[in-house]
């Protein structure tokens, strides 16, 4: 096919190209406007595809430029462009892809993969085969351009070239691929060993035939001298090792001393994809066997790896102590994720709520140093996470070797190696917590001294590690460790370096929730500093502040409801809120923060909560009507309902925290219309904080709520969909609320729900909290209505009681329990076959109430009497003897 340009066209397009380079934002716009122009002519990307492959007087960036600009049209017009034009490009790349610059390869290897991805392999039969073909081409640039693109291709489309569609072409690749691990240049060798990798995770047929010759190979190239192959060599043993660890087996112990080689490669990118191996392997059976031997030399290899590199020192100005007067830069700050309301049970064995479901590894990350330069995956993270699943693995039996180094570390000379020292005291904490105690009354006043180092790194990581170790501290006498721990970290919060800022405060919040109530004595002195801190801090450490004042909150609850306290904390609060505008993202944390506050003061927050309230009511408002603005309109924007959403659990805060006081502000507002609103809506997360709220408001003014019943209660059911977890949560919990409070009405509404609960309390798996929550709300349907939940006694009781025998004694549990004896009562036959469960669930109460109490020996006795003395000595016999103990002592049966 032959096609020539127009010299006048030509030309145009070159000085758009050249334009189009130009730093200038309004030259920009006008070249974007000028192309936009050009896409309307048909051959406008012959004119670029020709730029690309045949103008080889022009410059480089501009011809490559010229390629990324008709990938991104193919990519946007793929489909409509005419088949001569999108033929005579194919036929063009084919025959650049062994260019002589570098740079014009790769543009045509992305061009390449573009076409391929958007048309589909099989609309272009010929690539593969002229790929692998170019392989065997004497001319290096033939040969390396048309790996590159296969190896994009690899990356693209690995599902699809171990398909049957394709008639599998991976059987001729990759036997065609590991010819190439011995050739002469590294970087064909680097591409032959990354194409391959493409394909471990996915376990494909033409990889597995082929997986000992591969692995041969691997072995073959691991001491190569580019860094590249090598980290090629370590990314693909640690997927081996998740994918084939039975071909792995019996070279095991020559791959961990090559990973131990590679862990401290010169080459950072080598020594990190390495260190990845420490962390798959943890998560291995066998780790601990065959790791055992070799604990001793990776140790000191990867506390090594933690300390910062002189890169890291610059990019993390860590030679600039005070930055607290700096303002931030707004790209600096990491989008935060609000957490909605989820309605749990404290359990017996959990101290805390235990509800939030964190995870740790996100804690140990962020932690550590995160900086926006400097919040990628590096060695020192990768180190630090290593140790730390290490740790996990081993327990104290890592001590031994761990301690030495930590003395050798902890107290030296060098604040750099001093520093990854006590970043690896943090990282052991969670594993070795058993080992650790006898030397933590050494340790922490050390690292408590620790804290007013002269460099800010040091403070900061400090911060962190003492994080980790909380739970011990808060468990000593107080004057020992935890005063003065609170005293320095008060401080730091304080610190004129906006890093150690913002650990301390991230530290002070663990030390919140792990101390709670412990912390009351101190209250006045910790309310003064955040107070403090709020006047001083720079806008990204603002928002870690308000966490940490929310979370002090939580912890203390309504020990925090004292004039002098509310007098310290509220009015900095008010000034932030009265500053900013609706649509300021900032205000999210201080609504959440808020949120926390109104529940912990109650009553104390009454004389704050008329504007709070309102404005909540005005943010769900401005994003419903954004929502149905748009709808009819696609140019509006869709709403950021993250708005709605921490507005609708400000309004619960409020709700549980004032109680029959919100009653006035219910009954001036539309909140009812919108909640209706919200429970439709098809975000997940507006639905799981509307019946939160529901839920509150019912308790706390339901006159307001009645009403709307008829409306509400089919809402409710259909989103008993145990699918979304937390969205079913709540809403089973505001059923139940509701139930306790319409009594024998909502007889007309319970076949609504039913059906769905059961399913909910016998479907495998179902989070623990799920569980309690739909046995305590069966439980009060049963109260309210049991003629007509009785009957199916047989379907749900057995999982009724293990679901609700490890609650604590609470007035959800009473009104659950209640339930259940005035259903036995109704059909005492329903609970023969599971009557064992029965009883273990009653004697998980510490002290019933008297009434209670009663209604349950009444039920054992006329069991007892029902099958006769014989029998029940019998049955009794089948029990644990605790549980028999139990029985006797608290229902003298």
């Known amino acids: 096919m032959t096609w020539e340009p127009q010299g006048e066209g030509l030309q145009q397009i070159i000085a758009i190209l050249k334009e189009s380079q130009s730093p200038d934002t309004a030259t920009q716009m006008a070249v974007q406007m000028k192309l936009e122009e050009f896409n309307r002519y048909p051959d406008f990307n012959n004119y670029l595809i020709y730029v690309l492959t045949k103008l080889k007087t022009e410059d480089e960036p501009t011809r490559s430029l010229s390629g990324l600009i008709l990938k991104n049209n193919i990519r946007m017009h793929g489909t409509t462009l005419q088949p001569e034009i999108v033929e005579y490009i194919k036929h063009e790349c084919l025959q650049a892809v062994g260019d002589a610059s570098p740079l014009i390869r790769a543009t045509v290897g992305i061009l390449i993969t573009t076409i391929a991805s958007n048309g589909g392999l099989h609309n272009w039969p010929q690539l593969l085969p002229s790929l692998c073909e170019m392989l065997d081409n004497q001319d290096y640039n033939v040969c390396e351009g048309a790996f590159s693109a296969l190896q994009k291709i690899c990356e693209d489309s690995a599902e699809i070239l171990d398909s049957a569609a394709l008639n599998r072409p991976l059987n001729i690749m990759i036997p065609k691929f590991l010819e190439y691990f011995k050739h002469s240049s590294p970087k064909i060798r680097s591409h032959a060993i990354a194409c391959i990798n493409q394909f471990i995770i996915n376990r494909s047929q033409a990889l597995m035939l082929n997986i000992d010759s591969f692995i041969e190979n691997l072995f073959h190239l691991s001491s190569d001298e580019d860094h590249e192959v090598r980290k090629n060599v370590c990314h693909g043993l640690v997927m081996l090792l998740e994918v084939r660890m039975d071909r792995l087996m019996p070279h ?211 911060c962190w590690t003492l994080s980790r170790y909380a739970n011990w501290v808060v468990n000593q006498p107080h004057d020992q460790y935890l005063k003065p721990l609170m005293e320095e970290l008060l401080k730091r919060i304080l610190d004129s370096n906006k890093r150690v800022q913002e650990a301390a405060c991230s530290a002070f919040a663990t030390l919140e929730e792990e101390a709670c109530t412990e912390l009351v004595p101190y209250l006045e002195y910790i309310l003064k500093t955040l107070v403090f801190a709020f006047s001083k801090y720079q806008h990204k450490n603002l928002l870690i502040l308000y966490d940490a004042v929310g979370t002090l909150a939580d912890s203390v609850g309504h020990h925090l409801n004292k004039p002098q306290y509310i007098d310290i904390l509220m009015p900095p609060l008010i000034d932030k809120w009265n500053l900013l505008k609706d649509d300021d993202k900032d205000l999210f944390p201080l609504l959440e923060c808020l949120s926390s506050i109104a529940t912990a003061l109650q009553s104390g927050f009454l004389p704050y909560c008329d504007p709070v309230y309102r404005r909540c009511i005005s943010l769900i408002e401005q994003t419903i009507n954004q929502e149905m603005l748009c709808k009819q309109n696609q140019t509006y924007d869709h709403p950021d309902k993250e708005r709605m959403i921490v507005a609708l659990d400000l309004l619960s805060g409020l709700a549980e925290g004032l109680d029959r006081h919100i009653e006035t502000l219910v009954a001036n507002s539309n909140i009812m219309h919108l909640l209706y609103q919200c429970m439709q809506d098809v975000l997940p997360e507006v639905r799981q904080s509307s019946f939160a709220l529901l839920g509150d408001l019912t308790k706390a003014c339901f006159p307001h709520v009645h009403p709307f019943m008829a409306d509400f209660f089919p809402i409710l059911g259909q989103n008993l969909n145990p699918d979304f977890i937390s969205v079913c949560n709540n809403a089973t919990w505001a059923i139940g609320e509701i139930c306790m409070k319409l009594g024998e009405e909502t007889k007309q509404y319970i076949r609504l729900v039913l059906s769905d609960l059961f399913i909910i309390i016998n479907r495998p798996n179902t989070p623990k909290t799920l569980l309690e929550n739909t046995a305590i709300t069966i439980g009060r349907l049963g109260y309210v209505c049991p003629v007509e939940v009785a009957p199916y006694l047989p379907e749900f009781v057995r999982q009724w009681c293990t679901s609700l025998r490890h609650i604590r004694d609470n007035d959800e549990k009473d009104s659950a329990f209640r339930g259940m004896c005035h259903m036995i009562t109704v059909n005492p036959a329903g609970v023969v076959a599971d009557f064992i469960f029965f009883c273990d669930a009653i004697a998980s109460w510490v002290n019933p109430p008297e009434d209670l109490h009663q209604m349950i020996q009444k039920i054992l006795h006329g069991f007892k009497t029902q099958v006769g003395e014989e029998n029940w000595r019998r049955f009794v016999e089948q029990f644990p003897p605790t549980l028999a103990e139990r029985l006797t002592t608290m229902y003298n049966i």
């Open 252 to 462: 095991m112990s020559q791959i961990i001393e090559y990973m131990l080689l590679r862990t401290q490669d010169t080459d950072e990118g080598v020594a990190l994809e390495a260190s990845e191996f420490w962390l798959s392997l943890a998560e291995q059976s066998i780790c601990k066997d065959v790791l055992a031997p070799y604990l001793a030399q990776l140790a000191p290899v990867l506390v090594r790896g933690m300390r910062y590199s002189e890169v890291d020192i610059i990019l993390l100005k860590g030679n600039v102590e005070e930055d607290d007067m700096v303002p931030d830069r707004e790209e600096d700050i990491r989008p935060r994720f609000h957490k909605s309301r989820a309605h749990t049970i404290r359990s017996t064995q959990e101290g805390g709520a235990g509800a939030t479901g964190d995870d740790d590894d996100d804690e140990f990350e962020d932690g550590m140093d995160d900086d926006s330069s400097l919040s990628e995956w590096n060695l020192r993270k990768c180190s630090a996470a290593a140790l730390d699943v290490l740790a996990n693995v081993f327990r104290e039996d890592c001590l031994p070797v761990v301690l030495p180094i930590l003395k050798e570390t902890l107290f030296h000379q060098e604040w750099v190696i001093k520093e990854s020292g006590v970043l690896a005291l943090g990282a052991i904490a969670e594993g070795c917590m058993q080992g650790m105690i006898q030397h933590l009354p050494e340790l922490i006043p050390y690292l408590i001294s620790c804290l007013s180092d002269k460099k800010a790194l040091v403070r900061s990581i400090t």
